[in-house]
């Protein structure tokens, strides 16, 4: 082979080897590239799989909360409808009991007594009217009027009224003692309060499910 051609053929060789070196380093870059292609997909995947888990279970843990609200207000709305029914059955049956112990009288006498014994304590010595139902004979407004006299009562006037079906008012000036049924229950927010709390554990220890 001539000398021309040995060089040629060299130089071709160099050529070749170059293409080679050149070829194997664009490829091992882009299997690198595709590697961390790979692996940033994969972190991504793995990145938008927790947040996915992350947002559903703040969802259930939402919808758990919302559930437990929702029950908790139905509950207190029904404990309150309970709550109102038991009050609407004590008003009356407190009413219609203060009237049959005044229709009753042992009961009577020992009410008229605490009435008395209330106004003799503020109303010393004053004029005392006293307003009664218009169903009082005249021999109970005497015996009444005894009874005043002892608790202190300067002098006794009387006032009748059919609307007073049950007890008596003791008025002196501009103080009043409201012994009839609506006086006595005039403290509503007390008496029911008072009421509550004495029976609903007990109505709530009674239950099956208590």
């Not at 009237?99 to 004029?127: C, F, K, N, V, Y």
């Amino acid at each position: 082979m001539s000398a021309p051609d040995t060089q040629a053929q060299a130089l071709l060789q160099r050529i070749t080897d170059d293409r080679d070196r050149r070829c194997a380093a664009l490829r091992t870059a882009a299997e690198a590239h595709a590697k961390q292609v790979v692996r940033s997909a994969r972190a991504a995947a793995r990145e938008s799989v927790r947040n996915a888990v992350i947002q559903e279970r703040a969802r259930m843990d939402l919808g758990v909360r919302q559930a437990a609200a929702r029950a908790d207000i139905e509950v207190r709305r029904q404990e309150r409808q309970k709550s109102r029914e038991l009050l609407e059955q004590m008003w009356a049956a407190l009413a219609d009991g203060l009237e049959g112990r005044w229709r009753e009288p042992t009961s009577r006498r020992a009410w008229i007594d605490a009435a008395m014994s209330q106004a003799g304590a503020l109303l010393p010595g004053r004029a005392w009217l006293i307003e009664v139902g218009s169903d009082w004979t005249e021999q109970e407004r005497g015996e009444l009027n005894d009874r005043a006299r002892e608790r202190g009562a300067g002098t006794v006037g009387y006032s009748l009224h059919a609307a007073i079906p049950a007890g008596l008012k003791i008025r002196a000036g501009s103080v009043c003692i409201d012994a009839t049924v609506p006086g006595l229950l005039t403290q509503r927010d007390a008496i029911e309060a008072a009421f509550l709390v004495e029976y609903l554990p007990a109505l709530a220890a009674s239950e099956p499910n208590a």
